[in-house]
């Protein structure tokens, strides 16, 4: 069993950067590909990035790319997503979820992307872009 919590949402200024952090609570961190998803009122779920269990690779939804760095210390149980140049656009509640899966393509293996590989999930952190 995994416990997430989120932390860090606020509100900031359009162009402003924000890190958000998830912290987990289990013994085997490092085991776990983990995933930053958002939900914005009247939106569906959206895939937001991705990092393998060590860090080794990650993914990025096209419209935050460049912008949005996600990272773990799997030494204190953390996962982050470091936010620069936000948009209105970016407002949504944001969840980390946590996977037992990862996809091997062409000798590396990938972090999902799918909400539905995703096995555990926090409970949320609202971070409002104002203009």
């Known amino acids: 069993q995994v416990q997430l919590v989120e932390s860090g949402g606020e509100l900031v200024q359009v162009g402003g950067s924000l890190t958000i952090t998830c912290t987990a609570s289990?013994?085997?961190?490092?085991?776990?590909?983990m995933g930053w998803f958002r939900h914005a009122p009247g939106k569906e779920r959206e895939y937001v990035s991705a990092?393998?269990?060590?860090?080794?690779?990650?993914d990025y939804v096209d419209s935050v790319k460049g912008r949005f760095t996600i990272s773990r210390d799997n030494t204190k149980n953390l996962l982050f997503l470091q936010m620069n140049n936000l948009k209105p656009e970016d407002t949504a509640i944001y969840y980390c979820?946590?996977?037992?899966?990862?996809?091997?393509?062409?000798?590396?293996?990938?972090?999902?992307?799918?909400?539905?590989?995703?096995?555990?999930w926090g409970q949320g952190t609202q971070v409002t872009v104002s203009s």
């Open positions: 979820a946590a996977s037992e899966r990862g996809t091997y393509y062409q000798g590396t293996y990938y972090p999902p992307t799918s909400a539905s590989e995703y096995n555990y």
């Open positions: 990092i393998l269990w060590n860090g080794a690779t990650t």
């Open positions: 289990t013994r085997a961190f490092d085991r776990y590909a």
